[in-house]
């Protein structure tokens, strides 16, 4: 790599608010598309459909090699994850506090969202298996995902030149 542009981040430090009580799970049923069945091949929202379908069946395997029941997949929480990627990519921006001074707490408590437990977000990574690998070799990470009291995930992917843009909000 040349020197000429400084290096692009891969990943940032995952957020997470201080312990507290767990809950229960539930076993994680089958995702689907936003309008509930197979959408057009091919297209950018497909793609992001798929990949964050897979971060998720990822997780669930990560989770269940850890003891851990498997996430179910939540709109709210999907809605907020999807956001930040978009917001970071079309903002040029990779932080967990965007640049108007909003953390998670806040983006999820204005959309309406409530139980948000940690977020992890990444940069760059090709597909879900190279954000997952990334995001498993970072402890704190790794113990979002890992974290038993966590019941529901929401993923959200934004495909675009510069990234793409990765992001998971855990709840429950």
């Given at each position: 790599?040349?020197?000429?542009?400084?290096?692009?981040?891969?990943?940032?430090?995952?957020?997470?608010?201080?312990?507290?009580?767990?809950?229960?799970?539930?076993?994680?049923?089958?995702?689907?598309?936003?309008?509930?069945?197979?959408?057009?091949?091919?297209?950018?929202a497909d793609r992001a459909?798929?990949?964050?379908?897979?971060?998720?069946?990822?997780?669930?395997?990560?989770?269940?090699?850890?003891?851990?029941?498997?996430?179910?997949?939540?709109?709210?929480?999907?809605?907020?994850?999807?956001?930040?990627?978009?917001?970071?990519?079309?903002?040029?921006?990779?932080?967990?506090?965007?640049?108007d001074g909003a953390t998670?707490?806040?983006?999820?408590?204005?959309?309406?969202?409530?139980?948000?437990?940690?977020?992890?977000?990444?940069?760059?990574?090709?597909?879900?298996?190279?954000?997952?690998?990334?995001?498993?070799?970072?402890?704190?990470?790794?113990?979002?995902?890992?974290?038993?009291?966590?019941?529901?995930?929401g993923v959200g992917v934004?495909?675009?030149?510069?990234?793409?843009?990765?992001?998971?909000?855990?709840?429950?």
């Open positions: 790599p040349t020197e000429q542009a400084p290096p692009k981040p891969s990943e940032a430090p995952a957020t997470t608010p201080p312990a507290r009580a767990s809950a229960p799970t539930a076993p994680a049923p089958a995702r689907e598309t936003p309008t509930g069945g197979a959408a057009r091949a091919g297209s950018t459909d798929a990949a964050e379908a897979e971060v998720l069946r990822l997780v669930n395997i990560e989770r269940g090699k850890a003891g851990c029941s498997p996430m179910r997949p939540s709109e709210g929480l999907d809605r907020l994850a999807g956001a930040l990627s978009a917001d970071m990519a079309n903002r040029s921006f990779f932080d967990h506090t965007d640049p998670p707490w806040d983006r999820a408590r204005a959309a309406g969202v409530t139980g948000l437990g940690a977020e992890n977000i990444a940069r760059g990574q090709v597909d879900a298996a190279a954000v997952m690998v990334s995001w498993m070799n970072s402890d704190q990470h790794r113990a979002n995902i890992l974290n038993c009291d966590f019941t529901a995930l934004h495909f675009a030149d510069g990234g793409p843009w990765w992001t998971q909000d855990f709840g429950s």
